[in-house]
Nanobody, 119 residues
Framework: QVQLVESGGGLVQAGGSLRLSCAAS????????MGWFRQVPGKEREFVAT????????SYADSVKGRFTISRDNAKNTVYLQMNSLKPEDTAVYYC????????????WGQGTQVTVSS
């Protein structure tokens, strides 16, 4: 089992930056694809960004491309999401997720961290 704990959320003004962290415990995530997702009340959870196990490949939702950067430090068993040029529409609960090798879906999820961007 993998436990994921997000941190770094908060209230920020539009144009500001936040860095989210996702600390994993229970086992190493060095072979796992990791992802960030977000959800607004009343809406479905949406994909934000993902990174391969070695960090060599990343992909982003169009809405955050060029503003957000996903990265990982396998030695620290941690994944990050650097969010710059934040917009009010980025307001959501942000979730970290882990995808085991050779599986399609994300198997483990964190509890989420709230990000609120004021205009």
């Amino acid at each position: 089992q993998v436990q994921l704990v997000e941190s770094g959320g908060g209230l920020v003004q539009a144009g500001g930056s936040l860095r989210l962290s996702c600390a994993a415990s229970g086992r190493t995530i060095s072979t796992y694809r990791m992802g960030w997702f977000r959800q607004v009340p009343g809406k479905e959870r949406e994909f934000v960004a993902t990174i391969t196990w070695g960090g060599s490949s990343t992909s982003y939702a169009d809405s955050v491309k060029g503003r957000f950067t996903i990265s990982r430090d396998n030695a620290k068993n941690t994944v990050y999401l650097q969010m710059n040029s934040l917009k009010p529409e980025d307001t959501a609960v942000y979730y970290c997720a882990a995808n085991r090798p050779a599986t399609v879906k994300y198997d483990y999820w964190g509890q989420g961290t709230q990000v609120t961007v004021s205009s």
